[in-house]
């Protein structure tokens, strides 16, 4: 009996291909996102004040399943601790300690303590990444163009504090151009075509030199865009053409959505259940 259960729950967490893993996740999606509202709700100064003790109980409610998942999470997992210190398990644990903490603080905590422990509340979106099946070729295709795009970045920063060195001494400083920072200052809100709009030059060759870098930022932005995005694709390709290694057979070249080998029948273990297991 207790084998059973045992395996059911592990089903529940882990094997997200069956039909009770899938009614759970749904179930989990709908938990965490109530509980992000309810945090965004409790925010808002007017219905934090009508609804502080339904909000409360509310997060208390989530704080407590949360508490409860994570617990048999670590439990049935075959290397407990692997999964506490993964990513999932820190960001886990990081969706209920606060609430926990609040219990240990005086009444007359600083607002600004009790503040920064319901920020912390809204790390509980990262829980939504357990839903996510294609979130590793997003982190692979960040790090295989990390090196690139660091280059690109060191050419832009060079770039801003030659146009923020050359406004410094084009503009004046009643104009707002009173330092090199400030001027860098101007010039990242311009080659981002953000444009607060706070500083702006005066002269005609200020207004020459800020529509060079506006031009600048148009070719900047698509940048890092395309990095990514090439990485993220030779990343798919390489996943639909050479998905998973059977490690009973040793052979590959099944789909990418494969639960068993289509040449021994050996069932493959989850990508997610390798890692928090």
């Known amino acids: 009996m207790k084998d059973k259960l045992r395996r059911k729950l592990h089903q529940a967490f882990f094997e997200h291909s069956t039909p009770t893993g899938k009614a759970f996740d749904i179930f989990l999606m709908i938990m965490i996102l109530t509980s992000i509202t309810i945090v965004m709700l409790d925010s808002m100064p007017s ?53 926990y903490f609040t219990l240990f603080l005086p009444g007359t905590q600083p607002l600004l303590v009790l503040r920064a422990l319901r920020l912390l509340r809204i790390f509980r979106i990262f829980r939504l990444s357990h839903f996510l099946v294609d979130i590793k070729f997003l982190t692979s295709a960040l790090t295989s163009s990390f090196r690139k795009i660091s280059i690109f970045f060191l050419f832009a920063l060079v770039v801003v504090i030659i146009m923020a060195t050359v406004m410094y001494l084009v503009e004046k400083p009643e104009d707002g151009f009173t330092s090199i920072p400030k001027c860098i200052y101007w010039s990242v809100t311009t080659i981002t075509t953000v444009g607060y709009g706070d500083i702006v030059p005066k002269t005609p060759m200020g207004m020459v030199i800020a529509n060079i870098l506006m031009m600048i930022g ?58 928090l297991e």
């Open 47 to 99: 219905l934090h004040v009508k609804h502080k003790h339904t909000f409360h109980s509310f997060e208390w409610f989530f704080t407590i399943l949360f508490t409860i998942e994570y617990l048999l999470r670590a439990s049935l997992a075959k290397r407990p601790m692997r999964f506490v210190f993964s990513f999932l398990g820190i960001v886990d644990l990081l969706a209920i300690m606060p609430t």
């Open 218 to 275: 148009f070719a900047i932005i698509a940048v890092p865009t395309g990095i990514i995005t090439t990485e993220m694709a030779i990343a798919i390709k390489s996943r639909d053409t050479n998905h998973e290694i059977c490690r009973s057979c040793k052979k590959k070249g099944h789909d990418h959505d494969a639960i068993f080998c289509k040449h021994c029948g050996a069932k493959f273990e989850a990508e997610e259940e390798e890692l």
